[in-house]
């Protein structure tokens, strides 16, 4: 089990995008088991939509999907300022440096390769959401 | 009146010009006979005015009449018998009978009147040359001797001087008249050969093309010698390129009768002997004699700056011919010619040039994009293959960290170790199916070939997937021909493709549908088609899924993803037995995936 920490920012679901059901899957669990409320889109178009309506502080972004692929996706949510809040990760199997450069050029906050540690993720959503949460009361 | 003075017109012009059709040569003629006829009628009216005694008026008279017969028959004969009066002969001896009978009437040859009439028939005698007016000259001595003789008197002083400057005179005005046509002649020989130069010197301008430029060097040489037959026999080195295969010759013939085959020979002759050695000196015209009889000129076309001869030239004029071609034409000629036939290798050595480095700068710019998309190929092909790894990975690591983390929900303990499985024989088959490619395309596949009957492979594969197929609600059905022959190949891979054409059917197949194994003979060859009633392939994709990692569309069912290597796989196994797979699909209708494999009897098999 991991180590409890202060109850979860509720500021909003985290939204996971990924064609990968087994992805889906994982990280709902794990993000649901952390205390989140998770949200799912299986391509970028959805995805993108879901961003637009859901506004949540977080999304876990795949690269290579059917329908718009994540550095589409990224690119248009960077472009809305209304969106400036979300942190986006990406979180790609595309694990070369090329890549990775791309991802962040597109105005990604961070980029993960898969296979990804769970514990880790969670680690990081953690410090991420406290981080804002700090930025706001301040 | 203005019609009778028309008439009177075309009179006159017929009286002067005689007939249209007249033979060219006689027109002078014709116009001696108008002018006898002028001279006729002058002296007709005039003659009682010279006073002469009765018997002497009515002999000339009597003459008048004779010359009037004979210039009527002159002028009858003329447009019918043209051929007895060309050379002179039958009117100069006429003309002279005539003036001696009117000598002889009108006073003897010591009158004036004889020197008018002398002068005139000689003059008009000269038109034939020496031959006529010799004659007619002779004729006035023999007939002035016979007066002498007649008379019995004592030949005198003035007798001797007129038979001596008779034909004297003749001989020297006949001299003076061949000097002059002679002259003629040469001075219009030179302008036909100017022009004839300027003529043929015109075709060699024409083009640069070395090939056009020696046809028109050949063409050009035979018209310069008037004759029908010249053969041009290019050097090797001519076309830029050092070979010393047979150089072309070009012929202004067909190439095939005797002649040309002779010159044929002698330009090979002087060819050769021109490649052994050529020294500045050596001449570039020279006459052979040729077996059939003909002589032959040989033009060389060489120049000082070339070592040697750029071409030879042979050309056949008949034998015992003069060559009459002035020498400053003639090396005219061959200095243009050369030029010509130079000016025209240097141009396609230069074109053979630039094409040569035109060629090897694409195949340079080709290789190099061969090289950069093989690169590039391997490239994709290995991060297409690390980022498939890391899906099914990444899998396996979190759910496996999750039941590590969470081991209080026995619930999903067993589902994600589902999952685990599930990735792990995706893993493992990813890992087989890159294996497979890359052995297949790097030629390291241990091929097991032997004679397989189709017959048994898919009633085989029929059985296998039969409870399968029918698990997953859907119909399937096997349709052999009776007489499927054997094939030559490696009966696991083949396996192995039908398999995954079948395991494809049932991905993308709804409840419900059919789907049909089938085999047969067409075309000499055998036929393996797998039809099913599923969602189908874009015409847009249908070249796209056998590519590596090209998976469209998603499956139907919860069955696991394939590793988007399998069709791609088939492909290269199907290639390797020499034959084909492809697919014809109507989306939303259904696919079939045909595979043609060349019967084991085949030529096709035999050879490979």
């Known amino acids: 089990m991991l180590e409890q920490l202060p109850s979860p920012n509720m500021s909003g679901p985290i939204l996971v995008i990924d064609d990968e059901p087994y992805i889906l899957r994982s990280l709902s669990y794990l993000l649901q088991r952390e205390g989140y409320t998770v949200e799912t889109a299986v391509n970028g178009a959805e995805g993108l939509q879901r961003v637009r309506s859901l506004r949540p502080p977080l999304v876990f972004l795949d690269i290579m999907m059917p329908h718009m692929n994540g550095y589409e996706v990224c690119e248009q949510v960077k472009q809305d300022p209304s969106l400036e809040e979300t942190y986006v990760i990406m979180l790609s199997a595309k694990g070369q440096q090329i890549d990775r450069e791309r991802g962040l050029l597109g105005g990604a906050d961070e980029y993960m390769t898969k296979p990804f540690s769970p514990r880790e993720v969670a680690q990081r959503v953690r410090t991420i959401l406290a981080e804002r949460a700090a930025s706001r009361t301040a | 009146m203005r019609l009778s003075a028309q008439v009177l017109t075309e009179r006159l012009h017929f009286f002067w010009n005689g007939p249209e059709d007249l033979p060219r040569n006689l027109k002078l003629e014709w116009r001696f006979v108008a002018v006898r006829w002028l001279g006729i009628a002058c002296l007709a009216p005039s003659l009682p005015l010279a006073h002469l005694p009765f018997d002497r008026l009515a002999a000339a008279y009597l003459v008048l009449i004779v010359a009037t017969v004979y210039n009527a028959g002159l002028q009858h004969l003329m447009p019918r018998r043209p051929q007895w009066l060309a050379n002179g002969y039958i009117s100069t001896l006429g003309d002279a009978l005539l003036d001696i009978a009117m000598v002889i009437v009108g006073g003897g040859f010591d009158s004036p009147f004889y020197f008018i009439l002398f002068t005139v028939t000689l003059a008009a005698a000269m038109r034939y040359g020496y031959g006529p007016s010799l004659g007619v000259a002779l004729l006035y001595v023999s007939a002035d001797g016979i007066g002498y003789l007649a008379a019995q008197q004592p030949v005198g002083a003035p007798f001797v001087v007129r038979s001596l400057l008779l034909p004297l005179t003749t001989v020297l005005a006949g001299y003076l008249r061949e000097q002059a046509q002679q002259a003629e002649a040469a001075l219009q020989e030179r302008l036909r050969q100017s022009n004839t130069l300027n003529e043929v010197t015109g075709m060699l301008g024409a083009s640069l093309e070395l090939d056009a430029v020696l046809r028109a060097a050949v063409a050009a040489t035979a018209q310069l010698f008037g004759s029908d037959t010249a053969v041009l026999q290019a050097s090797s080195g001519l076309d830029g390129h050092a070979v010393t295969l047979p150089a072309p010759i070009f012929s202004s013939g067909d190439g095939h009768s005797p002649t040309e085959r002779a010159l044929e020979s002698l330009c090979s002759r002087y060819a050769h002997r021109a490649q052994i050695a050529r020294t500045t000196d050596d001449e570039l015209i020279s006459i052979e004699y040729l077996s059939t009889g003909h002589q032959a000129v040989v033009l060389e076309l060489a120049l000082p700056t070339r070592q040697l001869s750029l071409a030879t030239i042979a050309v056949a004029v008949p034998a015992g011919a003069a060559i009459s071609l002035d020498s400053d034409i003639l090396d005219s000629f061959v200095e243009r010619i050369t030029l010509a036939v ?17 060629r090897a700068y694409s195949d340079l710019a080709t290789a190099h994009q061969e090289l950069l998309s093989v690169d590039e190929m391997k490239t994709n092909f290995l991060a297409n293959v690390s980022h498939e790894l890391r899906t099914p990975l990444t899998s396996i690591r979190s759910f496996s960290e999750l039941l590590l983390a969470y081991e209080d929900d026995p619930e999903v303990q067993k589902e994600f170790l589902r999952i685990i499985s599930t990735e792990s024989e995706r893993l493992t088959r990813l890992v087989n199916d890159v294996l497979d490619i890359s052995r297949i395309e790097a030629g390291h596949m241990d091929w097991k070939m032997d004679s397989i ?155 490979a």
């Open chain 2, 453 to 607: 009957g189709v017959s048994e492979l898919l009633s085989d594969l029929g059985r296998t997937f039969a409870p399968l197929i029918t698990l997953a609600d859907l119909t399937f059905d096997v349709q052999l021909d009776e007489d499927l022959s054997r094939v030559y190949g490696d009966r696991d891979r083949l396996h192995q493709v039908i398999a995954n054409l079948l395991n494809n059917a049932m991905k993308f197949t709804r409840r419900g549908g059919t789907i049909v194994l089938r085999g047969e003979r067409l075309d000499g060859e055998i036929r393996i088609s797998v039809t099913d009633t599923g969602i189908g392939v874009a015409s847009a994709d249908q070249e796209r899924i056998f590519e590596k990692f090209q998976q469209v569309g998603d499956t139907l069912t919860d069955k696991p993803r394939g590793t988007g290597l399998g069709l791609a796989i088939c492909r290269d196994i199907v290639e390797h037995h020499q034959g084909r797979l492809w697919v014809d699909s109507t989306p939303g209708l259904g696919s079939t995936f045909s595979v043609a494999l060349p019967s084991e009897n085949s030529e096709l098999l035999r050879a």
């Open chain 2, 342 to 358: 130079e000016n025209a290798s240097l141009y396609r050595t230069l074109a053979d040039r630039s094409q040569d480095l035109q």
